[in-house]
């Protein structure tokens, strides 16, 4: 943790480590069970419940929660998470191959919102997964209550280079 990370843990004590992770294993858990679950499941409204108490829990006095890719590792609020669970490696990967930098949450978002979200970002998956060209993702259907910044690629046609048979290689694509 560097001290940033470190003087924005000390200006929001009530953001640890188990707070943090617990609030993103439960949006985690959101985007699984909300595939397989309608509005007014049981099993959904309990997970809806609990999303609910971490939202309130991290965001205290501010209207939103934000969520930042950084690197190899996930930020809430400014504070990083420093161990990664197996379902916040897979909610990192999610953010990847999507192309999120930064995800900000409501804390007024609605369950039907929250469904309507992950369900866009899912579909946005798995559309980029059956590219066979670099595209830039633009995930659509997005509630008011959720705000993403996605990372803009830009491709320097000069430095590409062809393959063999007339492909493009990789080189010459970074992200800003």
Known sequence: MDALQKSRQ???????????????????RICKIGIYYPAGHKVLDQAAIIFYKNLLGIAGKNRTVSITLLGETLAVQGCEIVTLSNALHEFKRLFSDIGINTLEIDRTIRLHELLQFT?????????????????????????PTVRVRQKEFLVDESAALLDGEGENGEEGLSSV
Do not use: V, Y
């Open 10 to 28: 000390e200006e929001q004590p009530h953001l640890g480590q188990s707070k943090l992770i617990d609030f993103l294993e439960s949006l985690h």
């Open 119 to 143: 369900g866009s970002l899912l579909l946005e998956r798995s559309q980029l997964q059956g590219m066979k060209e670099f595209t830039q993702s633009d995930i659509a259907n997005l509630p």
